[in-house]
């Protein structure tokens, strides 16, 4: 069982930067693929970034050269690197992790079993 602690969010100006750590705690999570996803109110869960235990990533269209996923295996950590932030990026975010997520649906929220518990992200 893999439990996922988010942290780093708070409120910020558009413009500037965030960086949003995951600890998975329990076991090691280097075999699994990890994504980070946002939900803003009234919205669906959008895929963020993904990132394979390959590290092989993808990044949805609105975030590229913007957000950097990447993982820290000796620190069973896992980074969202967020410059240049938009009022449109303020989302609920969330890391999450499966052992398998088929390529095409790395970015499909429902593919991914354990989920951490989210932070807050509000860009004004």
């Known amino acids: 069982h893999v439990q996922l602690v988010e942290s780093g969010g708070g409120s910020v100006q558009a413009g500037t930067s965030l960086i949003l750590p995951c600890a998975a705690v329990?076991?090691?999570?280097?075999?699994?693929?990890m994504g980070w996803f946002r939900q803003a109110p009234g919205k669906e869960r959008e895929g963020v970034a993904t990132?394979?235990?390959?590290?092989?990533?993808t990044y949805t269209e609105s975030v590229k050269g913007r957000f950097t996923i990447s993982r820290d295996n000796a620190k069973n950590t896992l980074y969202l690197q967020m410059n240049s932030l938009k009022p449109e990026d303020t989302a609920m975010y969330y890391c999450?992790?499966?052992?398998?997520?088929?390529?095409?649906?790395?970015?499909?929220?429902?593919?991914?079993?354990?989920w951490g518990q989210g932070t807050q992200v509000t860009v004004s």
């Open positions: 999450a992790a499966n052992i398998f997520v088929d390529a095409p649906r790395l970015r499909v929220a429902a593919e991914y079993k354990y």
């Open positions: 329990g076991r090691t999570y280097n075999n699994y693929v």
């Open positions: 990132i394979t235990s390959a590290h092989y990533t």
